[in-house]
């Protein structure tokens, strides 16, 4: 369950969740364990155009403050507005309550991401 | 260690809640007949009620402030290697030098014939400063490091705006203080971070990749933040140089290699020196701070003014240069901090700059031999002021770098910089700095060697840790999840946060 099978995954630890045209992105479970407990979120605007590897929002633990990065290029349709008062979904559900922005998919360079296996074998080298 | 907090200490606000009678002074009857306030000020510039000041006795601000101290840990008491930071002693003959009247009783807008002696240290400081970076001029002005780097930035932006050559992006590595990517941007540029390569310093390769006409420059720490000295510097200047970028020097880890190396001759362009990290000045407790600029020829035209000038036996403010950036802050720089940075530089002399470096960088090294086994080193790459071992070898055992750093506290030590750099997981950044014996820097040693047998047959007293301290392990989630600031006693305590018992 720490990598679900039907989800792209980035370099960067974010996954994606392609429906139609529209993608949902969080971060990965192994993510959310490496930055410890999330005490704030900081999500882009609705509207707002979003290039593929460009920063997309900012995540606060304890231990650090960490950027989170869009996997595709689109526009922002929707944010997570629950997490502004329950920032620990992204640490108790990321593949679910957790979910962090929507974006429409204008465009994607499918290189640059991985699918479930390929994902745990880059947490695997990375994690030794 | 116990510190002496038997009791629980109250705000200072929640003393006397009364505001009963009591205070430290009595002034004497100034001679002039009172005025009533209502006479003297519009009625929309009255207040109704006094301002709820604490309304305390000498001796109960003394203890209290007393008591607040003794339940903190200070560099004045043990070693305190925390990583970046570069927590030197402060010694105490700089403390003096900066409390001589003739400087703290100056009046920033004295004549210059009456501030010689001031102006004379601040070209006498720049001079030194140039002396140790090798580079042609320095400015003083900027109040602190990440102030000094938007200076600088400043700077590259004018000299690419003068040659007519817009650019729009600063390369900045994933090892790189988070402080330069947000001076980047704020001196408008667009960020872009470069990978480390296995050996934690920059990947040639990948700049040569991302070096083209739209980057201004690269921001880069020499040594990272990794304790690496990035050993293809000149190879890297040459690149960026040779497209028509600026190299920009984070040079908060001067401390390393003063004395020993020039980062003029490595080929930057601007670095700034953090003068509380390399020279010894008290960091933060409210004070200012500063953090100078080294420039390259290239970037002289463009140094902020005012500036001190010699002419002929006196020195005088330049306060306008055509191609300047303008002032950075206003009035001169932060002069006291000056003054001890430049007592710190001739206390040493030149002899002593360089030994300096050259213990912090032996200490640093002497921690990572002792270590080494008992804490697993993510990067292999020789050490120079600091070293990074991570909590993987602890992890096994279910124990964090946080219960490491908790458990030292128990055992008379700062803890180290822990989860920095974010590109070491459970990062523990150790920097011992040249100031303490090498008894201290091994007792250090043994704390950190007992804390990892500890891991392995009494996970649970670093679970438990710190339990020898006055407060012990906050919930440092809630703190932040649920931020609740407050000065008035009375006010409640909202629910279902734990109240201090």
Redesign the interface.
């Known amino acids: 369950m720490a990598v679900p099978e039907d989800l792209s995954y980035t370099r960067s630890h974010e996954w994606v969740r392609r429906e139609g045209d529209v993608a949902m992105v969080g971060i990965t479970h192994y993510a959310q364990e490496q930055l410890g407990e999330v005490v704030y979120v900081e999500l882009p605007e609705v509207g707002q155009q979003v290039e593929q590897g460009s920063e997309l929002g900012t995540l606060e633990s304890v231990k650090a403050v960490s950027e989170f990065y869009a996997p595709v290029t689109g526009e922002v349709v929707g944010i997570n507005e629950d997490l502004a008062d329950e920032p620990d979904l992204v640490n108790q559900d990321p593949y679910g309550g957790g979910w962090l922005v929507k974006i429409r998919v204008d465009g994607v360079d499918e290189s640059a991401l991985m699918d479930a296996a390929a994902y745990e074998a880059f947490i695997a080298a990375e994690s030794h | 260690m116990r510190r002496r907090a038997l009791r629980d200490e109250p705000l200072i606000f929640e003393r006397n809640p009364g505001r009963g009678p009591r205070g430290g002074y009595l002034l004497p009857e100034s001679g002039i007949a009172p005025v009533a306030p209502e006479e003297a000020l519009p009625a929309d510039q009255l207040r109704e009620a006094l301002p709820e000041m604490p309304a305390l006795g000498e001796l109960e601000v003394v203890q209290h402030f007393h008591r607040l101290s003794q339940m903190n840990f200070a560099v004045d008491e043990g070693l305190y290697p925390l990583g970046s930071c570069t927590m030197k002693y402060n010694p105490r003959i700089c403390e003096v030098t900066s409390r001589l009247p003739g400087f703290v009783d100056l009046h920033p807008l004295q004549p210059e014939w009456q501030v010689q002696g001031a102006l004379r240290l601040m070209w006498e400081m720049e001079r030194a400063l140039a002396q140790i970076t090798g580079m042609p001029a320095v400015t003083l002005q900027p109040a602190a490091g990440a102030h000094g780097e938007l200076t600088g930035m400043l700077m590259i932006r004018a000299a690419l705006e003068a040659r007519g050559d817009a650019r729009e992006v600063v390369l900045v590595p994933d090892s790189a203080h ?1 402080t330069n990517p947000a001076s980047a941007t704020f001196a408008g540029y667009r960020s872009v971070e470069i990978a480390s390569g296995p050996d934690g310093t920059v990947d040639l390769a990948e700049l040569d990749r991302l070096m083209d006409e739209r980057v201004a420059a690269i921001m880069l720490t020499v040594p990272n933040t990794l304790g690496v000295f990035e050993h293809r510097i000149v190879e890297i200047a040459e690149l960026v140089h040779s497209r028509g970028g600026f190299i920009y020097m984070d040079g908060a880890n001067l401390n390393a290699f003063a004395g020993r190396a020039l980062p003029g001759a490595m080929g930057a362009d601007a670095l700034h020196i953090n003068l509380h990290k390399t020279f010894s000045t008290p960091h933060g407790g409210g004070g200012p701070g500063a953090g100078p600029v080294a420039v390259s020829e290239a970037l002289v035209p463009h140094l902020p003014v005012p500036r001190v000038v010699r002419e002929g036996d006196g020195f005088r403010m330049l306060w306008e240069d055509g191609r300047s950036i303008g002032p950075m802050r206003g009035f001169y720089a932060n002069f006291l901090i000056l003054v001890r940075a430049l007592t710190f530089i001739r206390g040493m002399g030149d002899e002593g700059l360089r030994e300096m470096s050259e213990v912090a960088v032996l200490y640093a090294n002497l921690v990572r031999q002792r270590l080494a086994g008992a804490y697993h080193l993510e990067y292999d790459a020789p050490t120079m002021h600091e070293v990074v071992f991570d909590d ?1 070898l602890q992890q096994e055992h279910g124990v964090s770098n946080v219960d490491i750093a908790k458990r030292l506290l128990d055992l008379g030590f700062h803890p180290p910089t ?3 750099p ?1 590109i070491v ?1 459970g990062a523990l950044m150790i920097e011992p700095t040249e100031s303490p014996a090498p008894e201290e820097v091994e007792a250090f040693c043994e704390a950190m060697l007992r804390i990892a047998r500890e891991a392995e047959t009494d996970p649970e007293v670093l679970k438990a840790a710190p339990r020898e301290t006055p407060v012990g392990r906050v919930d ?2 809630q703190a ?2 649920n931020l609740v600031l407050r000065w008035r006693a009375e006010e409640a305590w909202p629910a279902g946060v734990p109240t201090r018992s």
């Open positions: 988070g993987s822990m989860s920095f974010l997981h440092e989630v932040a999840r």
